[in-house]
Nanobody
Framework: QVQLVESGGGLVQAGDSLRLSCSASGRTFSIYTTGWFRQAPGKEREFVAAIHWSVGSTFYADSVKGRFTISRDNAKSTVYLQMNSLKTEDTAVYYC????????????????WGQGTQVTVSS
């Protein structure tokens, strides 16, 4: 089993920055990909970004490309999501997820999920 804990959410203004963290524990050696998803009220959960632990390959949704950066600290078993130039439409609950293969954008392929952290961007 793998446990994921997100932190770093909060209330910010449009244009501000925020960094989310996802700390993994347990059988972390089994993780190949860690991703971030978000879900706004009344909307489906959507892919935001993902990273392959071993080689560091990164993937982004078009809506966040150029504004968000995903990174990892192998020693700390932690993945970060740096969010810059935040927009009101970025408001959502952000979830960290992990999977054992190289897929990244399909939420159904993820085996483990965190509890989520709220990000609210005001105008």
């Amino acid at each position: 089993q793998v446990q994921l804990v997100e932190s770093g959410g909060g209330l910010v203004q449009a244009g501000d920055s925020l960094r989310l963290s996802c700390s993994a524990s347990g059988r972390t050696f089994s993780i190949y990909t860690t991703g971030w998803f978000r879900q706004a009220p009344g909307k489906e959960r959507e892919f935001v970004a993902a990273i392959h632990w071993s080689v560091g390959s990164t993937f982004y949704a078009d809506s966040v490309k150029g504004r968000f950066t995903i990174s990892r600290d192998n020693a700390k078993s932690t993945v970060y999501l740096q969010m810059n130039s935040l927009k009101t439409e970025d408001t959502a609950v952000y979830y960290c997820a992990a999977r054992r293969d190289s897929g990244f954008s399909n939420s159904r392929g993820y085996d483990y999920w965190g509890q989520g952290t709220q990000v609210t961007v005001s105008s």
